[in-house]
């Protein structure tokens, strides 16, 4: 059977309780704010006016997000491909969604809100520091807030050495690049991209 309804939906699963449902907050509390100041790595989801979906990687050295205050923070744009995906739907339609991660912790946290982008130097000049400062950065406040259960990661051992696999398990993006555009150059060597990413980090 395909799910269309929500009273589909809330039949087969019911409803949150407990801890589930009172866990969401509009504003960063101290363990928020300790979380997101560890972690490396956040997950950025957007979406177009059309519903057009991206989820973006975006990460730096721990507490890369700048914390602005309880209600806001601030991403550093850092330099990438110009595909300007989620940038185009902040701009689009305002909306973000976050999913923080720490190596070694099973638990995440989730942030959803509003955001904008922003060139003020205020903003800027928080990452002066940085190889490369940011054009913009994104300028999120905070609509809800939550921690989110260890059982996803828990289920796929991310952070257990001995699940990784070997990396000449898969081609590499040189080569899935290559056939992918069927291009008839020579792929890039894994050793000749990591050299070239080193310049922009």
């Known amino acids: 059977m395909k799910i269309t309804t929500e009273k589909q939906l809330r039949e087969l699963y019911g409803f949150p309780s407990g801890r589930a449902k009172d866990k969401v907050f509009s504003t960063l ?43 806001e923070l601030i991403i550093p744009d850092a330099k990438g491909n110009n595909r300007m995906d989620s940038l185009s739907n ?61 059982k996803a990661f828990m289920r796929s051992k991310l952070w257990d050495t001995s699940t990784q696999i070997n990396r000449d398990a898969l081609p590499t993006m040189g080569q899935m690049l290559k056939d992918q555009l069927g291009s008839k150059e020579a792929p890039e060597t894994r050793e000749a991209m990591v050299k070239r990413y080193k310049k922009d980090l």
């Open 90 to 150: 902040i701009i689009e339609t305002g909306k973000v969604g976050l999913l923080f991660l720490i190596p070694g912790v099973d638990e995440t946290l989730r942030i959803n809100g509003n955001a904008y982008l922003s060139t003020d130097t205020n903003h800027i000049d928080l990452f002066a520091s940085e190889q490369h400062p940011p054009k913009s950065c994104i300028i999120i406040s905070v609509e809800e807030m939550f921690l989110h259960c260890a």
């Open 29 to 71: 509390d101290k363990h928020a704010i300790n979380f997101i100041k560890k972690s490396p790595f956040v997950v950025l989801s957007s979406s177009n006016k059309d519903g057009k979906h991206d989820a973006s990687p975006r990460g730096g050295f721990p507490g890369f997000v700048h914390v602005n205050s309880d209600t």
